[in-house]
């Protein structure tokens, strides 16, 4: 198949918040159309199915994944939004849902994230 009429596959887990970025793209963009979307809770017989598909082509199974054209792989979540903007000729910037998600919550989430592992390494030296 040419890469041109290749739709890229995005293997997204649920409620995670790497995952939420791409499905809000996808959807605010309006690209449901151009992607196949491979998504599944995480525990399913439907992880198990992915990850062995994902497994011959990765050093590391994670999520978000993207097969972005064919034999082409990605895991980064920033990546794949950026590959499928340019595809589409969209600007992320002017993209306002995901922009407000990206530099909001998941923003603060990351920060959060990162203070709480911070305390958790301060709290088990003392
Ligand atoms: N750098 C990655 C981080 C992705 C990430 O940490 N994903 C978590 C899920 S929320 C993950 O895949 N954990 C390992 C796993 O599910 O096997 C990105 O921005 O996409």
């Known amino acids: 198949m040419s ?20 499905r809000i793209f996808v959807l605010e963009a309006d690209i449901s ?10 525990g399913s017989e439907d992880e198990n ?3 062995a598909e994902l497994l011959p082509h990765l050093d590391k ?12 792989y990605a895991t ?11 595809r589409s000729g969209r600007d992320t910037a002017a ?5 407000n998600y990206v530099d909001g919550i998941f923003a603060t989430a990351m920060k959060l994230w990162k203070e709480n592992q911070d305390l958790k ?5 003392t």
């Not at 890469?3 to 791409?22: G, R």
């Not at 199974?61 to 082409?72: C, E, T």
């Not at 390494?121 to 030296?125: G, R, V």
């Open 33 to 42: 159309d151009d992607v196949q979307i491979r998504d599944f809770a995480p």
């Open 61 to 72: 199974v994670s999520f978000p994944a993207g097969q972005l054209q064919p034999g082409r």
């Open 95 to 99: 993209i306002p849902v995901y922009r």
């Open 3 to 22: 890469d041109h009429l290749f739709k890229p596959v995005l293997y997204l887990k649920e409620n995670c918040p790497f995952c939420l970025k791409i």
């Open 76 to 86: 980064e979540s920033d990546d794949i939004v950026a590959f499928l903007a340019a």
């Open 49 to 51: 199915v992915i990850r």
């Open 121 to 125: 390494k301060a709290a088990s030296a």
